[in-house]
């Protein structure tokens, strides 16, 4: 078995936002049916203050995304998916946020750099559409491969694995080996093992325990935040899930485990808890916490 996280060496970091300890990457979901704010953020205005709200609470960076992936989810239209993120990632990039857009295409991705992100975080690792990978990698942007099976309406019907942890970290290796042939640069490059896309709660849970065994040699981004194995955990005795706003305790808890192994970013929806729950890890290593300085925030050193 491969050691944690923590005690490996990312052979590549430089080209990423990267501050030496887990980042804090923010969601704001410019949809109106993701599963756990669809709506909420719709409007231009409303995205943008909640990426401000998020970047005062301490995130160092904020994933713009303008479509849902959760189950059954049906897609938007090319001109609707860029009608919702370009005008916040404009607005966000424009104030000195570091910005991630969260698309699976390539066009989006293309607008999306234009405006200012700085990073491509594309759940199908290239698979839905593969001239995202050019287009990253003649913007020289910086790009997160996520582990996928599939759109929202089918991947819950292709979580079989006989061993997810082995089958996850070579599907990824041949994301990542797309990617560096179509020309993005390795220290570029992050992973994510794509927690319940095409997995049960089980594989979820099978993933964290052997987070150490998905190294690739590539930073490793990980996205827990409010998803339906921590509802099913939390569960109530007559077997209904904990509802979707009520499961930050528990996704602050695997923040804490993250920075315990080492991990790159943990991809949140409510930035405060897991920056307090990974300032008292750095406090209990001895280490420093900083940030990037991004607008309405404090940096401690």
């Known amino acids: 078995m491969r050691p944690p996280l923590a005690e490996l060496t990312p052979r590549y970091v430089a080209g990423l936002p990267a501050l030496g300890r887990p980042l804090v990457m923010a969601v704001v979901n410019v949809t109106p049916d993701s599963f756990s704010d669809g709506g909420r953020w719709l409007e231009s205005d409303s995205a943008i203050a909640h990426g401000r709200e998020m970047l005062a609470e301490g995130a160092d960076l904020l994933d713009i995304g303008g479509e849902s992936t959760r189950p059954g989810a049906t897609r938007p239209l090319v001109a609707e998916e860029l009608a919702r993120v370009v005008p916040v990632i404009e607005a966000l990039a424009a104030e000195g946020a570091v910005v991630s857009v969260d698309t699976m295409r390539a066009e989006v991705a293309a607008a999306a750099l234009d405006a ?50 082995v089958e996850v970290r070579d ?52 996205g827990s935040s409010r998803k339906s194995f921590l509802g099913a955990l939390l569960a109530d005795p007559d077997g209904t899930p904990r509802p979707v706003l009520d499961r930050e305790d528990a996704n602050t808890a695997l923040t804490t485990l993250a920075g315990m192994l080492g991990v790159w970013a943990v991809r949140v929806h409510e930035a405060r808890a897991s920056v307090d729950a990974l300032k008292v890890v750095a406090r209990w290593k001895g280490a420093e916490f900083g940030g990037f300085g991004a607008p309405g925030r404090v940096d401690e050193q």
Do not use: C
């Open 116 to 165: 200012g992100a700085q990073l491509v975080n594309d759940v199908s690792g290239g698979l839905a559409d593969p001239d995202i990978l050019r287009v990253v990698a003649e913007r020289g942007a910086s790009y997160v491969a996520m582990h996928w099976r599939g759109h929202a309406d089918v991947m819950q019907q292709r979580a079989s694995y006989d061993d997810v942890a």
């Open 171 to 222: 599907e990824l290796r041949a994301r990542v080996d797309a990617a560096l042939a179509a020309g993005i640069a390795p220290d570029r490059l992050a992973v994510d093992p794509g927690l319940g896309f095409a997995k049960t709660a089980e594989h979820n849970w099978e993933l964290l325990r052997r987070i150490g065994e998905l190294d690739l040699g590539y930073p490793l981004l990980l």
